[in-house]
């Protein structure tokens, strides 16, 4: 895998920095040349993760999220985004929809299976108090 182009980006995990990190991804991929449909999917993928660091993985607590981007030769868009927050003790579970920890929030438990919907493919590390890496990735399909 011949890696064209890469990123990194970090900042503190703040709700208000979630629209930052969509724009920032986004001004990334457009390399590629996306359709609006591809670049929307990314855009609300990196949304639902950045999210899920702000919201689960720091607990209102303060921490920084971290964002690394990788444009591969046959055009995959890998995004690895990472907080070093509290962790998932059981990321099958978490994965379900409908699942949540956020107590007395109204969250749907929905962040994964959004992401996988938009998204190739989706990978989650995580481990209780080191942090939790999401891994998203696209294929963006040339049109000729």
Not at 23 to 37: Q, Y
Not at 52 to 59: A, L, P, S, T
Request: hydrophobic share 40%.
């Amino acid at each position: 895998m011949n890696i064209l182009n890469e990123m990194r980006l970090s900042f503190p995990a703040k709700s208000v920095n979630e629209g930052f990190a969509r724009s920032a991804v986004s001004a990334f991929v457009m390399e590629l040349d996306p359709t609006i449909s591809e670049l929307a999917d990314i855009k609300t993928a990196v949304s639902e993760a950045v999210t899920n660091c702000i919201v689960h993985g720091y607990r209102r607590e303060s921490g920084t999220v971290y964002i690394d981007a990788k444009i591969t030769e046959d055009m995959n868009v890998i995004i690895k985004i990472r907080d070093k927050g509290i962790g998932i003790p059981d990321v099958k579970q978490a994965m379900k929809p409908l699942f949540t920890t956020a107590e007395n929030e109204e969250r749907a438990g929905l962040g994964f299976a959004v992401m996988q919907s938009f998204m190739d493919s989706v990978r989650v590390r995580s481990a209780p108090d080191k942090g939790t890496t999401v891994t998203l990735s696209k294929r963006i399909i040339k049109i000729k």
